[in-house]
T-cell receptor
């Protein structure tokens, strides 16, 4: 698999390989994090989330890892498929009475057949 | 249960025209949000609401107004559209601390 930070716009992986997408979040008070997938012409689609009291959460073929010490979040996709090709965003929720979700800039995942 | 519905899906405006984008949710969610998305960028928060009758500014509020007269609806208004407001607009809602649901977006072009 390959890993890349969100400051790089595109990640290209071979079908069947694992993908790792990294995200550095900004606010140490953030209590909730979400990974979204966005396909062309569609709204963000929820993939997986994690609360700040956890460091790992697994879904179907996806795993999110949270490292609060360095404010780092990653999304791992196992056995990447062509249908995984999309733009991926991490988002952090800053808590409080006016809590809101702040998004990273996004990275394009391109799966080579 | 339709989730979050945005209308219209597409719109072309002339500079200076006004319009209102409607976001409707049928999940009884307290919190609602309006975001805009520009090419190569993530979603940026325009305005949001933490309950019926309340609104607050987000990251990029200039040129927009909002209203939340009914819990299920969150309206985004452009009083005098500018080309810089050409974007895709997304509405989202959530019931409490977790669980955001997004609409499918409104593509707005200002010429």
């Amino acid at each position: 698999g390959e890993s890349v930070g969100l400051h790089l716009p595109t990640l290209s992986v071979q079908e069947g390989d694992n993908s790792i997408i990294n995200c550095a979040y900004s606010n140490s008070a953030s209590d909730y994090f979400i990974w979204y997938k966005q396909e062309s012409g569609k709204g963000p689609q929820f993939i997986i989330d994690i609360r700040s009291n956890m460091d790992k959460r697994q879904g179907q073929r996806v795993t999110v890892l949270l490292n609060k010490t360095v404010k780092h979040l990653s999304l791992q996709i196992a056995a990447t498929q062509p249908g995984d090709s999309a733009v991926y965003f991490c988002a952090e929720n800053i808590p409080g009475a006016n809590s809101k979700l702040t998004f990273g800039k996004g990275i394009t995942l391109s799966v080579r057949p | 249960n339709a989730g979050v519905t945005q209308t219209p899906k597409f719109r072309v405006l002339k500079t200076g025209q006004s319009m209102t984008l409607l976001c409707a949710q049928d999940m009884n969610h307290e919190y609602m949000y309006w975001y805009r998305q520009d090419p190569g960028m993530g979603l940026r928060l325009i305005h949001y609401s933490v309950g019926e009758g309340t609104t607050a500014k987000g990251e990029v509020p200039d040129g927009y107004n909002v209203s939340r007269l009914k819990k299920q609806n969150f309206l985004l208004g452009l009083e005098s559209a500018a080309p810089s407001q050409t974007s895709v607009y997304f509405c989202a809602s959530r019931p409490g601390p977790y669980g955001y649901t997004f609409g499918s977006g409104t593509r707005l072009t200002v010429v």
